[in-house]
């Protein structure tokens, strides 16, 4: 069965550059959120759309802003990026908005140095 | 705002014993979802509960939500060292909100 897909699976910057993150969400999925978890950390929402939309706003930096686009696909763009930016983004998807349970990529591990 | 939170965070058994993570939420619910995430890993849709009072078992994984629908608990049975992860819960309040997990290790 097709899965979240995330792009890339790796990224390294440095401090003040610019990054972007993908999700490709299962098929039929109208729903894009994105999380932020830290090492040893819970994952922290950022960002939720519902078809094409935004839904939701959690700790989200000014710094970074996302999209949903057409074909259902997110992004999300971080600029003047940070060391405390480090961490594991994930996105998740969920066909609906509210009460259904969230699939989730395999993350984009950013590391700014 | 909404918080979920999860005790114990961390949790050591031998295999073979029982292990139980208890989540709280300021607030009620609407449903709880609850998670694994495998070292190294992306968190894994486990089950939803939905009604007060409610009970699931999954196999030797058996959950429950409070009367009250702000608390709920995982409770696993003969632990094994597929068991290993940090298990979250996640509230769905005015939003879903993740607990801050228990990680659960295994002694062989």
């Known amino acids: 069965a097709a899965g979240v897909i995330q792009s890339p699976r790796h990224l390294i910057k440095e401090k003040r550059e610019t990054a972007t993150l993908k999700c490709y969400p299962i098929p039929r999925h109208d729903t894009v959120y994105w999380y932020q978890q830290g090492p040893g950390q819970d994952p922290q929402f950022l960002i939720s759309f519902y078809e094409k939309m935004q839904s939701d706003k959690g700790s989200i930096p000014d710094r970074f802003s996302a999209q949903q686009f057409s074909d259902y696909h997110s992004e999300l763009n971080m600029s003047s990026l940070e060391l405390g930016d480090s961490a594991l983004y994930f996105c998740?998807?969920?066909?609906?908005?509210?009460?259904?349970?969230?699939?989730f990529g395999s993350g984009t591990q950013l590391s700014v140095l | 705002g909404q918080q979920v939170m999860q005790i114990p965070q961390y949790q050591h058994v031998q295999e073979g014993e029982d292990f139980t993570t208890y989540c709280n939420s300021s607030t009620t619910l609407s449903n709880i979802q609850w998670y694994k995430q495998r070292p190294g890993g992306h968190p894994v849709f486990l089950i939803q509960?939905?009604?007060?009072?409610e009970v699931k078992k999954q196999k030797r994984l058996t959950f429950q939500f409070g009367e009250a629908k702000k608390n709920s608990s995982l409770h696993i049975t003969a632990t094994q060292t597929t068991d290993v992860g940090t298990y979250f819960c996640a509230g769905k309040g005015e939003k879903l909100t993740f607990g801050t997990g228990t990680r659960l290790t295994i002694i062989p």
């Open positions: 509960l939905v009604k007060s009072g």
């Open positions: 998740a998807s969920s066909r609906g908005l509210g009460q259904e349970k969230l699939f």
